[in-house]
């Protein structure tokens, strides 16, 4: 199975500053018959289910808001806030749809610092 | 709007069994792969097992295989998932998800969960 390693486990970040956080896959999930990363983001807020923000590893989902981007490549990918708000405060997990089955990081808790 | 509500939880002795649904509405069931995705509690998230639109194709992580079975009623705007032995280790929040394409396992909607706790 690919193993998904998010770090850092938490991360508190002042209200407007930017926050990065990083997935790193044991195997690569880039595809090379189309040059795609399968690789995805997904919030989670206290007693909700998980939200799509973004796949392709930078694709955003319809109605996520333009200061959630994804980046990376292969093995190593970052999801960045660039302007942290209130409401972003969350656990986000990272997932790959390269292999079966598939996985998702162990999460990383956002707070407000 | 899509909505997906999941039902059938509880608590449940170990070795016993149980069944959870998810009623679709808001979109054509019939045309999605959906998958059950699981959540212990203070945990991350697990693949449980997908199933094609037509049902005729089924997946699931190895270790549930033959515990656990998928299915769904297009009729019905239904997906289901029997669990049988059910151990401590189960425990766990379950929700059913909708595959955002039928090539690639993406989920873009959920539903709200339904907690299932196996103990004596």
């Known amino acids: 199975d690919i193993v998904l390693t998010q770090s850092p486990d938490s991360l508190a970040v002042s209200l407007g500053e930017r926050a990065t956080i990083n997935c790193k896959s044991s195997?690569?999930?880039?595809?090379?018959?189309?040059?795609?990363?399968?690789l995805a983001w997904y919030q989670q807020k206290p007693g909700q289910p998980p939200r799509l923000l973004i796949y392709?590893?930078?694709t955003r989902e319809s109605g996520v808001p333009d200061r959630f981007s994804g980046s990376g490549s292969g093995t190593d990918f970052t999801l960045t806030i660039s302007s942290l708000q209130a409401e972003d405060v969350a656990v986000y997990y990272c997932?790959?749809?390269?292999?079966?089955?598939?996985?998702f990081g162990q999460g990383t808790r956002l707070e407000i610092k | 709007e899509v909505q997906l509500v999941e039902s059938g939880g509880g608590l449940v002795q170990p070795g016993g069994s149980l069944r959870l649904s998810c009623v679709a509405s808001?979109?054509?069931?019939?045309?999605?792969?959906m998958s059950w995705v699981r959540q212990a509690p203070g945990k991350g998230l697990e693949w449980v097992a997908n199933?094609?639109?037509?049902?005729?194709?089924?997946f699931y992580v190895d270790s549930l295989k033959g515990r656990f079975t998928i299915s769904r009623d297009n009729a019905k705007n239904s997906l289901y998932l029997q669990m049988n032995s059910l151990r401590a280790e189960d425990t766990a929040v379950y929700f059913c998800?909708?595959?955002?394409?039928?090539?690639?396992?993406?989920?873009?909607?959920w539903g709200q969960g339904i907690l299932i706790t196996v103990s004596s």
């Open positions: 997932q790959q749809f390269y292999g079966s089955p598939i996985t």
């Open positions: 195997q690569n999930v880039l595809y090379s018959s189309n040059r795609k990363n399968y």
């Open positions: 392709w590893a930078s």
């Open positions: 808001g979109f054509t069931f019939s045309s999605y792969w």
């Open positions: 199933i094609k639109p037509d049902g005729s194709d089924k």
């Open positions: 998800a909708r595959r955002l394409s039928d090539a690639y396992s993406v989920y873009d909607y």
